[in-house]
């Protein structure tokens, strides 16, 4: 708990005396009827609290004498503990998750607007859960109706994300050591999954090595629903169907990260479904890597957000024309982003307790710098799908995204993921190597 403690003060400090924070967990979603999903708290709350139970409100008070930091939740209930097990109830709130106060959920109404009186701002993000949006405006109401008691109302609501993404942006040690936890879980999931992969099984036979995987490590959960494209599936960005037959002479494209601790991992690797890449898959999946590896080295403290990204559509768009893909001079064909066609999304986003982590990009008007404790994901890809006018038929249904999770070092970078195999050779002495 001293972690969370030491992010609480840290944000305390941020929004100065006279202010007050509200901040609800994710509630309980229902996936049909009367069955729910898997309860997971929301990143923001858990990063402050590592509360893990719906139906809680955290409240940060900077220079509160009676306790800067409450906590709303349910209450014990042995009858209903009996079904769904143990709760934490206040006295728990208290002592095991480090609460200076705690109160039961159901008396928020009542509790919630005095800590709100005479306070000057209330950090709240307006959007977050529409169920408070509704409720501090009736708090703040109620407020002003004992403006001639002499009780003033805050002046203002300012989106607390401002503040706390910049903190989560940034990992700590131990959130590193979470991260680095995840991928290592996931890069054995991806050496599974090449190792059992042979033509005739289907995409979600090495979807059930990944999840089994992850969950003989200790992960309970993917970081997102896992994709597994074979043939012209993986030039579907976001295909998670999983359910084709997986045929000789394709490449399948995995892209599936472990959650270890609530910090994820993201990585993609691309390989033939038979163990063997034909030549015009290995001129493809050579130039990606390519691409990744001049990515990868420009991802150091100083470099801004948008370089990596240039580094590898300038590798691609030359790869390109090399190839007939693209055709015309370099210079006209980069000015242009012809190689959008075949390369439509970034390089990257942030990783963090979310697999599109929160941090902004820019900073006013220009690229945010690389700094130290930052995570990104570095991930090329080209896709050409059956029927691309203009291209040969040897190209259609390849989809290559070569994907690692990297960490920004004081004197350049660490890839945590680098366990997970990435060359030709590497490739192809796994895939299949675990077949019946």
């Given at each position: 708990?001293?972690?969370?403690?030491?992010?609480?003060?840290?944000?305390?400090?941020?929004?100065?005396?006279?202010?007050?924070?509200?901040l609800?967990?994710?509630?309980?979603?229902?996936?049909?009827?009367?069955?729910?999903y898997?309860?997971?708290p929301?990143?923001?709350?858990?990063?402050?609290?590592?509360?893990?139970?719906?139906?809680?409100?955290?409240?940060?008070?900077?220079?509160?004498?009676?306790?800067?930091?409450?906590?709303?939740?349910?209450?014990?209930?042995?009858?209903?503990?009996?079904?769904?097990?143990?709760?934490?109830?206040?006295?728990?709130?208290?002592?095991?998750?480090?609460?200076?106060?705690?109160?039961?959920?159901?008396?928020?109404?009542?509790?919630?607007?005095?800590?709100?009186?005479?306070?000057?701002?209330v950090?709240?993000?307006?959007?977050?859960?529409?169920?408070?949006?509704?409720?501090?405006?009736?708090?703040?109401?109620?407020?002003?109706?004992?403006?001639?008691?002499?009780?003033?109302?805050?002046?203002?609501?300012?989106?607390?994300?401002?503040?706390?993404?910049?903190?989560?942006?940034?990992?700590?040690?131990?959130?590193?050591?979470?991260?680095?936890?995840?991928?290592?879980?996931?890069?054995?999931?991806?050496?599974?999954?090449?190792?059992?992969?042979?033509?005739?099984?289907?995409?979600?036979?090495?979807?059930?090595?990944?999840?089994?995987?992850?969950?003989?490590?200790?992960?309970?959960?993917?970081?997102?629903?896992?994709?597994?494209?074979?043939?012209?599936?993986?030039?579907?960005?976001?295909?998670?169907?999983?359910?084709?037959?997986?045929?000789?002479?394709?490449?399948?494209?995995?892209?599936?990260?472990?959650?270890?601790?609530?910090?994820?991992?993201?990585?993609?690797?691309?390989?033939?479904?038979?163990?063997?890449?034909?030549?015009?898959?290995?001129a493809?999946?050579?130039?990606?890597?390519?691409?990744?590896?001049a990515?990868?080295?420009?991802?150091?403290?100083?470099?801004?957000?948008?370089?990596?990204?240039?580094?590898?559509?300038?590798?691609?768009?030359?790869?390109?024309?090399?190839?007939?893909?693209?055709?015309?001079?370099l210079?006209?064909?980069?000015?242009?982003?012809?190689?959008?066609?075949?390369?439509?999304?970034?390089?990257?986003?942030?990783?963090g307790?979310?697999?599109?982590?929160?941090?902004?990009?820019?900073?006013?008007?220009?690229?945010?710098?690389?700094?130290?404790?930052?995570?990104?994901?570095?991930?090329?890809?080209l896709?050409?799908?059956?029927?691309?006018?203009?291209?040969?038929?040897?190209?259609?249904?390849?989809?290559?995204?070569?994907?690692?999770?990297?960490?920004?070092?004081?004197?350049?970078?660490?890839?945590?993921?680098?366990?997970?195999?990435?060359?030709?050779?590497?490739?192809?002495?796994?895939?299949?190597?675990?077949?019946?």
């Amino acid at each position: 708990m001293k972690e969370f403690a030491a992010r609480r003060r840290r944000l305390m400090h941020m929004m100065g005396r006279g202010t007050i924070a509200i901040l609800p967990t994710a509630p309980v979603r229902l996936r049909n009827r009367d069955v729910e999903y898997p309860y997971r708290p929301d990143s923001d709350f858990y990063y402050l609290t590592g509360f893990p139970e719906p139906e809680a409100v955290a409240v940060l008070l900077p220079g509160r004498s009676q306790g800067e930091y409450i906590l709303f939740c349910r209450e014990r209930d042995p009858g209903l503990e009996v079904w769904t097990g143990p709760r934490a109830g206040q006295e728990g709130a208290r002592a095991h998750y480090g609460a200076d106060d705690a109160f039961p959920i159901g008396d928020i109404d009542d509790i919630l607007p005095g800590l709100m009186e005479n306070r000057e701002k209330v950090f709240y993000t307006m959007g977050s859960c529409p169920e408070y949006d509704q409720r501090i405006p009736e708090w703040l109401q109620q407020i002003r109706a004992k403006s001639r008691a002499g009780v003033h109302a805050p002046g203002e609501i300012v989106a607390l994300d401002h503040l706390l993404h910049e903190m989560r942006l940034f990992k700590s040690r131990r959130e590193i050591s979470h991260m680095r936890r995840a991928a290592r879980i996931s890069a054995a999931a991806h050496r599974r999954a090449m190792q059992c992969c042979r033509p005739g099984l289907y995409e979600y036979h090495l979807e059930a090595e990944l999840l089994a995987t992850f969950m003989r490590h200790g992960c309970r959960s993917p970081a997102y629903p896992p994709i597994v494209g074979g043939g012209g599936n993986a030039c579907v960005l976001h295909y998670t169907a999983n359910d084709a037959e997986l045929r000789d002479g394709d490449l399948v494209l995995i892209d599936a990260g472990a959650e270890y601790r609530h910090y994820a991992a993201d990585i993609t690797r691309t390989f033939p479904v038979n163990g063997r890449f034909t030549a015009p898959q290995r001129a493809i999946y050579e130039l990606v890597l390519a691409a990744q590896e001049a990515a990868i080295a420009r991802v150091r403290p100083g470099n801004h957000w948008l370089d990596p990204h240039q580094a590898a559509v300038r590798v691609l768009t030359r790869g390109l024309r090399d190839l007939g893909l693209l055709r015309g001079d370099l210079r006209h064909l980069l000015k242009k982003e012809a190689c959008k066609r075949f390369f439509m999304h970034r390089t990257g986003h942030w990783l963090g307790m979310d697999v599109h982590d929160v941090g902004d990009y820019k900073v006013g008007d220009a690229w945010r710098l690389l700094e130290p404790g930052m995570v990104l994901t570095v991930e090329p890809g080209l896709y050409i799908p059956a029927g691309s006018r203009g291209v040969a038929k040897k190209w259609w249904n390849i989809g290559v995204r070569i994907e690692d999770d990297v960490l920004v070092t004081r004197d350049g970078c660490d890839i945590l993921s680098k366990d997970v195999p990435k060359t030709v050779a590497e490739i192809e002495a796994l895939v299949g190597t675990a077949c019946e």
